[in-house]
């Protein structure tokens, strides 16, 4: 559906973007994740045609972006950091401007009009002028002008900053229930949305993708080992000893509690087993015994904060 | 409804939701409201002299006495006050970032232009028709010649049309309102010191192309009641050149 080929993006001297390629196929929800300035944006602007890329092809749809800018623009939907929004115009005016613009006809127009409306929750203030919403509906009516022709494919720039968590639920469902029938890119410096939402993860780092991936094997390819957390109620001096003898298991430490153990085991070795039996037949009492999982925030750390000196 | 019809409908709307343009509607049609009945009480003033010194019916120019002067008048007006009505244009669009909307929806930048100057122009010509009550009372008192009128709106409408496309132009360069308010100011009053300037170079080559360039010599002739078709044809290119070059600047905002 998406396709990038070796795209590179210079404003002046600066890069921002460095030879950037990927696919996205149709229907996936994909996350762009990177920090702030990292080539997000403009990775989106080339791909809606706002501008085109110093070097490099983007196809959407099978159009190319430089060759058929007008079949490109016709099957995408696109919601800026920033709503687009003309703040004097009511809500259902702007729409109205919107599918004009985006070339629905008259008969077109009022059947998107009430799907739409209904599907962003804003038939209360349909008739309310956009400059006295709240944040959160005018982020809406920002999602609402990017569906409005019923785009193959949707480009929304970080859909929920600045909303509450119950606004940002809500849009986030929105999303999720958009999946399949539009392919999506979206993208987020928030790693828990990323996990939440997407099926696949690009991470931009410094106008390079540093790693393309879904969440779980992102997460997965990081750890070389599994970790473990054991506490267990008596105060047991020899346990230390007698856990690091079981199979599969590398390295035992006392945890950061008293009687807590952190144990590092072999990946594909369950030793959870063993470890329960062992310690229930020494009467050390088990409290608890748990995975570390590696968030998505630990792998976003060790991904970005490479020690490459600055161009 | 074409684009360029969606275009103009949506900027006449957010025209008149918006207060900038009664204020200046209410300042333009009241001073050149003041300065007409200033030209009339001069003109009776003058004529009530010539009868007391003739002691005859005195038959005076009216369209040179009143009406010249006036439309000179709502020149300069035009040149303080249309800035305003086109600062808003493309400089709002770049600040709100409603242009990003604009320029990825298929939609053509040529028709994009377009739609926004007709829009202006229609809110400029609808202002002007106003002021046509000048002339329509005037012609129950006295008796003028209407073809140096007719000729004096048509050279209103081109000199505001094209004030109104440099304004267009200087508001595609930025997102400030302000600074392209003062850009299309600076280039209007350029073109008007050509003018001046150009009589220093007398009957040169310079002199005569620099005073082509300027409108003066071109509204003048025009408010005369002399129709030329280089008069004409210099504001069609001059207003084909600033939308050209208002394009060029939107081009030139994505590319960089």
């Not at chain 2, 829009?119 to 002021?131: D, E, F, I, K, R």
């Not at chain 2, 000729?151 to 440099?166: D, F, K, P, V």
Request: aromatic share 8%; charged share 15%; net charge neutral.
């Amino acid at each position: 559906m998406i396709n990038v080929q070796h795209v590179t993006k210079q404003y002046g001297p600066v890069k921002a973007l460095d030879d950037i390629s990927f696919s996205i196929h149709k229907g996936e929800i994909v996350a762009f994740l990177g920090p702030n300035g990292a080539g997000k944006t403009t990775t989106m602007r080339i791909l809606t045609g706002f501008m085109p890329p110093t070097s490099g092809t983007v196809k959407i749809a099978g159009f190319d972006c430089l060759e058929e800018p007008w079949e490109v623009k016709k099957h995408i939907g696109y919601l800026p950091e920033t709503p687009p929004l003309y703040l004097e115009l009511t809500v259902k005016e702007y729409l109205i401007f919107v599918s004009r613009i985006k070339g629905l006809d008259q008969d077109q127009l009022q059947k998107r009009m009430e799907i739409i409306i209904n599907q962003t929750g804003l038939a209360e203030v349909q008739g309310r002028v956009i400059g006295h919403l709240s944040r959160g509906y005018r982020q809406r009516v920002g999602l609402a002008q990017a569906l409005i022709h019923n785009p193959p494919v949707l480009i929304l720039d970080e859909p929920t900053t600045g909303l509450d968590p119950n606004q940002i639920i809500e849009i986030r469902d929105l999303i999720k229930s958009l999946a399949g029938s539009h392919t999506i890119i979206l993208s987020t410096h928030l790693l828990a949305e990323a996990t939440a939402i997407c099926q696949k993860v690009i991470i931009i780092h410094r106008g390079q993708i540093v790693a393309i991936d879904s969440p779980e094997h992102l997460g997965a390819k990081l750890r070389q080992s599994e970790m473990l957390n054991l506490t267990v109620k008596q105060t047991d001096p020899g346990l230390l000893e007698a856990l690091s003898k079981i199979p599969g298991v590398m390295h035992v430490s006392n945890g950061p509690e008293p009687n807590t153990y952190v144990i590092e085991t072999q990946i594909g070795e369950d030793a959870r087993e063993e470890l329960t039996k062992l310690v229930v037949n020494r009467g050390a009492g088990l409290l608890e015994l748990s995975t570390q999982t590696v968030s998505l925030e630990d792998v976003f750390k060790v991904l970005t904060k490479t020690d490459k000196p600055d161009a | 409804m074409t684009p360029v019809q969606t275009i103009i409908a949506k900027e006449l709307r957010s025209f008149f939701v918006s207060p900038v343009v009664y204020v200046i509607g209410a300042i333009f049609l009241a001073v050149v409201g003041l300065l007409a009945y200033q030209a009339v009480a001069n003109a009776s003033n003058q004529a009530l002299r010539l009868m007391q010194l003739q002691n005859t019916y005195a038959q005076l120019n009216l369209n040179e006495m009143i009406f010249r002067p006036l439309f000179q008048s709502m020149n300069l007006i035009l040149m303080i006050i249309l800035p305003l009505l086109t600062m808003r244009l493309f400089a709002e669009e770049r600040k709100l970032r409603t242009f990003e909307l604009l320029l990825t929806s298929p939609i053509g930048v040529n028709e994009i232009v377009s739609g926004k100057f007709l829009s202006v122009v229609m809110v400029y010509a609808g202002l002007l028709s106003l002021t046509s009550l000048i002339p329509i009372t005037l012609s129950a008192y006295a008796t003028f010649d209407w073809q140096p009128i007719y000729l004096g709106y048509l050279a209103l409408l081109l000199q505001g049309a094209l004030m109104l496309a440099i304004g267009l132009f200087a508001s595609a360069l930025t997102e400030n309102q302000i600074i392209a308010a003062f850009l299309s100011f600076g280039v209007i009053l350029g073109l008007w010191v050509l003018g001046a300037i150009s009589t220093a170079f007398g009957d040169t080559t310079a002199g005569s192309i620099l005073a082509y360039l300027s409108f003066t010599e071109h509204f003048e002739r025009l408010i005369r009641g002399l129709l030329n078709v280089k008069d004409l044809l210099y504001y069609i290119s001059g207003i084909a050149f600033m939308w050209f070059a208002a394009h060029q600047a939107i081009d030139a905002y994505r590319w960089k």
